[in-house]
Nanobody
Framework: QVQLVESGGELVQAGASLRLSCAASGLSFSTYVMGWFRQAPGKEREFVAAISGRGRTMNSADSVQGRSTISRDNMKNTVTLQMNSLNPDDTAVYYC???????????????????WGQGTQVTVSS
């Protein structure tokens, strides 16, 4: 049984930094692209960042580029999203997700991701 468990979300002030973590179990971790999506109230879930199975390739959404870093530890089966200079627009539930790496291109579409965590709430106050 695959489990993805996120942690690290909290209420912070604008300008702060947060480190979100996701612990994975029940899958061959290094063969999966790991990603982060987020969903703000009343909005569709959107892509944030992804990292390849071996951690050699990353990509991120324009909205967080330059403010975020995704990384993974294949020994510990964890993936981390470091976000800096947070603003109220970053307020959302953040989801960890996993997709089999079928191509060199990292997917940014929800439909490509097979497994999802329950999410962790990030709230940024102005």
């Amino acid at each position: 049984q695959v489990q993805l468990v996120e942690s690290g979300g909290e209420l912070v002030q604008a300008g702060a930094s947060l480190r979100l973590s996701c612990a994975a179990s029940g899958l061959s971790f290094s063969t999966y692209v790991m990603g982060w999506f987020r969903q703000a109230p009343g909005k569709e879930r959107e892509f944030v960042a992804a990292i390849s199975g071996r951690g050699r390739t990353m990509n991120s959404a324009d909205s967080v580029q330059g403010r975020s870093t995704i990384s993974r530890d294949n020994m510990k089966n964890t993936v981390t999203l470091q976000m800096n200079s947070l603003n109220p627009d970053d307020t959302a539930v953040y989801y960890c997700t996993a997709a089999l790496q079928l191509t060199p291109t990292l997917p940014s579409s929800m439909s490509r991701y097979r497994y999802w965590g329950q999410g962790t709430q990030v709230t940024v106050s102005s």
